[in-house]
């Protein structure tokens, strides 16, 4: 395994005439978690679909397991073995529980995560495996949308604001489950507003602000007041 | 007895139409494509048809062998060299681009088979029928058409609510960007699609090339009954559709038995009378 899975080099990304992102660059090392925070609109939830592929890229801004991979379109991305839990979960709602999870694992990596590793993950889903995917309460709901992107099998996990909305004590849950996954050799990043929960989750932390890196480190030497300078730029 | 007799030809009829329907029904539920070329398709695989019987001198019913993968590659090829491309936000490039494809399809066929109509001989088959007592009488070729119906609309059913395929179009039809985003290649998926849609039209066009007279022009108004009959049965439904293609038989050959010239027109009353009372359909999908 090469030392660094995921490379972000000088990254600008573009919506029509807006620029969202601004040489953004960033490197995680395979087993590693990082944090991205930042404001709303900072560019967080963006980079995130960068590093999925959902958006059209020059090849090398995004360089993963060794590849040049910026121009690749997302289902390819998902093959190599990166996988996005969207913001706002984003299931698929006419799906059951299950035939949500098993979209994830429609390609067929192979890997650690099945069925019913998930299942073992999250049990209440196994309880709930037919119903309809809108019928779950909103902490179900993300840990379907965890489950889906696992069922891929992926090297990178990418979660977004998986914390949205979700009452303290459920989150709790879901981040404890975060260790386990880690341990089955998979790479995080993951997108937070809550910046306590980053600190604690991840090794190394991102913040943007207005598309570009404000601060990146060690999120062991980063003190309270860095990190507020850089969350809003005063 | 006379109006048992036009209520069975009606629901046999409605085979026909459901199979019009599933197709165009099927492309708009999962890709939102509104396929105005869809009549004119299933005229293009009657004249399909038309060459295989004549090259091979196969009955019309074997050489489905032929039309149906012919009209799946055709749709494939179609889906991924041209309407991929239409997709959008916006629903009115493909409606151009099939509306394009519409007039393209009736030209190119007036020019290789002219304006004459024809018609496909399935033999003996065709002038069969069982006797049902009472003095009623199925006539195979119907009953056969009306069965084939079934097993497409049944097979539909399954292929859609239990293979990973059928998960994938629903998954696509749900959120395209997020489908993409779980490794769903959305063009490939469009592409089954619309070939599972022609495979289907492939068997709609030969039992209407069997059935009846057909010419390059005849495409628009099979459309429109199978416009109909997805729209009375209600978007979504499989079944529905069926039952809403036998609703339109059974309106036209009661309106047939009336008097000849309100065949058409007692179909269209009953489409804007559903319309009028429900437009949601008779069976509109059930929103989870």
Redesign the interface.
Known sequence: MPERLLEVRALDAHYGDFQALFGVSMTLAAGEVAAVIGANGAGKSTLLRCI???MRLRADAIVFDGEPVGDQ???AM??RGV??V?EGR?L????TVE??L???G??GRPGPWNLKRVYELFPILAERRHQ?A??LSGGQQQMVAIG??LM?NPRLLLCDEISLGLAPIVIRDIYAQLPRIVAEGISLIIVEQDIVQALKTARQVTCLQEGRVSLQGDASTLTREKISAAYFGV | MEWLNTLLQGVLLGGLYAMFAAGLSLIFGVMRLVNIAHGDLIVLAAYIALVTVQALGVNPIVSLIVVVPAMAAIGYALQRGVLNRTLGDDLLPPLLVTFGLSVIIQNGLLELFTADSVKLNAGAIEVQSLPVGGGLAIGVLPLLQFLLAVAVIGGLQWLFYRT?LG??F??T???Q??????????AHVFGLAMALSLAIVAIAGVLLAVRANFDPAIGPARLIFGFEAVIIGGLGSMWGTLAGGVILGVAQTIGAQLDPGWNLLAGHIAFLIVLALRPEGLFPKVQ?
């Open positions: 999925a592929g959902a379109p997302a289902h998902v093959a996988a996005l969207p984003r698929f709602p006419s799906l035939e949500n098993q979209i994830g429609q390609l309809p809108p019928s889906r992107a891929s | 990973a998960r994938a629903r998954a039809s749900d959120d960007a997020v489908a993409q985003l779980m490794g769903l290649n959305n989870g």
